[in-house]
């Protein structure tokens, strides 16, 4: 069914490309039967041509022209107007070729590739005024922009679902999370109050436009110039007025652009999602509340009896249970309701050791970590795609990978790059007992699972000395000890007593310290048990030492849980009050998206946008399927959103587009002649090249994305 769906999706995309690639080349089409020149061929598509139509031959697989060449010796071209109509054929062939990546209108001494092709017939291009020239080319380009107005008033006056612009999870050492609201002063708040943009927040502007869903809350973030603040005002539940802050976004690692810092807010809904399901029902497994009947389209209404809306609202439970198991009060799409018990999981907090910082590739990669101690990694869930679907199991628990013996997240990936394209001997923990498997390596150095630190019996993986903390914008990172600074720990040693309280898991360790640390002497014992060989030695007491920022960081660590990964964003629907609001948004839309467009290029130029994340094709496709899953009026909106992209793409000042072509024209109205034919085949060898280049680079992309 699957299938059936996402080839049913491509269809309908595939033909919405057509149809936006048919306008645009009906827009020069009938400029320029307006404008008197000769239309050899109106053609959807690139490459051999599969089917065609010409009045007075009729509809023939491959072109016309073979049979006039068949009936009276020679092709359509050949012909004059006269004779073609004394036979009663059209002079335009209307054809479908068998690649949809583009199309043209063949006239009568134009063709885009070739400017030799010229001809000084009566009816041919050369012959035609500038001004007529000049529409011609430029009528493309105003169709795709007319289109679109149409498309995002249809949407809009129907009504298109979008994520909502409400703030999610925010950060604390990001723009959003550090910023101090500006004008905090007047609505007399207190500094915790004021500082950074909270779950909950509504965004409604950004550096005076409105932002009407979250996408724009992206898109100003991605787009915004380097090195410069822009006003970010936000609606909080609970003030009058809005909140005014400075925000210079910075650059995402997991994004790869420039962000404000602002995640999505989320629902109780479980997403129905195809490309997720998957990843859901594994989560909803390893929360017990699949077994309980939960699946993809439930809503949770309740925990514990207390209503719940938002993710958030959920998420602020959750860090209050202290581990407790929560009852779940779910509605089903028909109606029904069930419940479920969920149980919170462990929170780490994420360390970016100190002597890492020379590795660059693996920044990205922080290491989770309670004051320090770093814990084992577990499989959290497998790629079923992976060679190792039927090697590894949730839940398994790595104590050695190769030649690393209690491996860390870092130090596992490290690991298992090294054997790249081969098999990498494995010694897992599972259900009590060790077990040696051999896991198969892809060619990108992974094993096809998702880590995540084991919260189990506290095992040690090891213990950072030193950490790096960020600081200002173009500086080195400060070096700052942790708590475990001193600590000499063995690999697989176990920490059996916290301040002289027995240990058992990682929870146990991180309440004990909690507690340990509310005295605020800063110092807290720990009993650390030794693997054998040195098993007859008794455990060894060290010492933890906290500083303040220690401790406030390890009371920040409360509990959480994997089924908030499952849920839909909090959406909201964008609905025109009548026809005229709806024509007023369709062309506001219109006119942001063409800027949006010019915006890209200026930030791949000032490297604040990398040419990585430019969708090619295969890239548009890909997302088109997954837009025609929003339903309907989202897909429309996304053809909109095409259709500008490729009007302000064709008239980029380039040689073979029509910006290019546009500009060959006011150089010949300013100079009373064209281009030199040299110069205009030099210039159409370099726009063959660089669009070629354009192509190829973001067809790779697309690649790239999709098998990764």
Known sequence: MDLLVTGSNLLLIVAGFCILIAIHELGHFLAARWAGIR?????????PTVVSFRKGIGVRAGSTDRTLAARYGRPSHAFSLDELKTL??????????????????????????????????????????IWKRMVVVSAGVIANIVLAVVLFLVAFLVGVRFPAPVAGFVPPDGPAGGAVATNAAELGLTPEQATGIKPGDRVVSIDGETVRNFMDIMIAGGLARPDRAVEVVVERPGLKAPLRFELTPAKSRELGLLSFGIGSAFSTTVTNERESRDLVDEILTECGAKQEGVGPGDRMTAVNGTPVSTAQELNAIVEASNGQPLVTTWVKPDGSTLQATIAPSLQFGALLPASELSRPEDDRFAEPAIAGLLPLVRVDSIDPSSANADVLQRGDVFLKVGSVDAPSIRSLRREIANYKGGTVPLVVLRDGRSVAITGEVNRRGQLGFAPAPSDGEPILAGAVAERAVASKAGQAPDIVPTPAAGLDVFPRSTIVRVAGTPVQTWADVRTALQKATDSSTGNVEVAIETLPPFANAQPETQTLRFSPEDIKALDKLTWSTPILDTFDPEFITLRASGPIEAISMGLSQTKRMALQVYLTLDRVLRRTVSIEQLNGPVGILHAGVKVADQGFMFLVFFLAAISVNLAVMNFLPLPIVDGGLFLFLIYEKIRGRPPSIAFQNAATAVGLVLIGSIFLITFFNDIRRLVG
């Not at 006239?107 to 001809?119: F, H, K, R, T, V």
């Open 39 to 47: 239309v050899h061929e109106f053609a959807i598509g690139m490459g």
């Open 88 to 129: 009663g054929i059209s002079e335009t062939e209307y054809a479908l070729r068998a690649l949809p990546l583009g199309g043209f209108v063949k006239m009568l001494g134009q063709e885009d590739a070739n400017p030799e092709a010229i001809s000084h017939d009566p009816g041919s291009y050369q012959r035609t005024p």
